[in-house]
């Protein structure tokens, strides 16, 4: 499945608006970062129909601004009480040091996936399913410090199959998305989801 991301900026190159495009070049859904527009900004992204009718939002939960994992819910329908996926963003302390894009895990029902991403490889993001646990092991009680980096070092790292892949074309959409993983497949408002987390990463 490829999906194609096209983002509309304002003058000063923040986004107000991702169009997001099936394989035919259909509008699945527009997507707004209206969370960067209230008083104390957040990550809030909602999402609309062709009409302009809300379908979803991704929510980001409440977490010390401190930490370096956040945590964020996508619902899909209006009234839903219940996310359909949960995306966790993150980086280590060496990660952040050494300037490496953030990692990100998607956990869509019983599905677990992590996309790790490079600034200097041949692919912008790479997705891969987990297997045997989590994608990865992040201790949220004690993330902090050296303490949480050799808790990282000692724990064994799972095996991993790559299902998809996310990348930047120089010219056309903004971001384009392509997998064959039959949950992601059904799910593009996931996929859509993680690729604006990315990009509002990459310009704040």
């Known amino acids: 499945m490829r999906t194609a991301i096209h983002k509309q900026t ?31 900004p957040t ?38 009480e219940e996310p359909c996926a ?28 992590v996309v790790r991403g490079s600034r200097y490889g ?5 997705i891969f399913r987990a297997r045997g646990g989590r994608a990865e092991e992040v201790d949220e009680g004690v993330e902090q410090g050296e303490e949480a980096e050799a808790a990282g070092r000692r724990a064994p790292k799972p095996r991993e199959a790559r299902v998809g892949q996310i990348q930047r074309p120089a ?4 971001y384009v998305v392509e997998t064959d993983a039959a949950p992601l497949c059904r799910a593009p408002t996931v996929l859509a989801a ?11």
Request: proline fraction near 4%; charged fraction near 30%.
């Open 171 to 174: 010219a056309g959409p903004s």
């Open 86 to 113: 949960v995306i966790r963003e993150w980086s280590r302390l060496v990660d952040v040091l050494l300037l490496r894009l953030p990692r990100y895990e998607v956990q869509l029902g019983t599905y677990r996936y």
């Open 10 to 40: 304002y003058s000063g190159g923040r986004a107000y608006r991702y169009r997001v495009l099936d394989e035919a070049g259909q509008v699945c859904c527009v997507a707004e970062p209206t969370g960067l527009l209230l008083p104390t």
């Open 122 to 126: 041949e692919r912008f993001y790479e």
């Open 43 to 80: 990550r809030l992204v909602e999402f609309f129909d062709s009409d302009h009718e809300l379908v979803g939002r991704l929510q980001p939960t409440d977490v010390a601004s401190w930490r370096r994992v956040k945590r964020y819910e996508l619902f899909v329908a209006r009234e839903a």
């Open 194 to 204: 993680v690729v604006i987390l990315i990009d509002l990463e990459l310009t704040a």
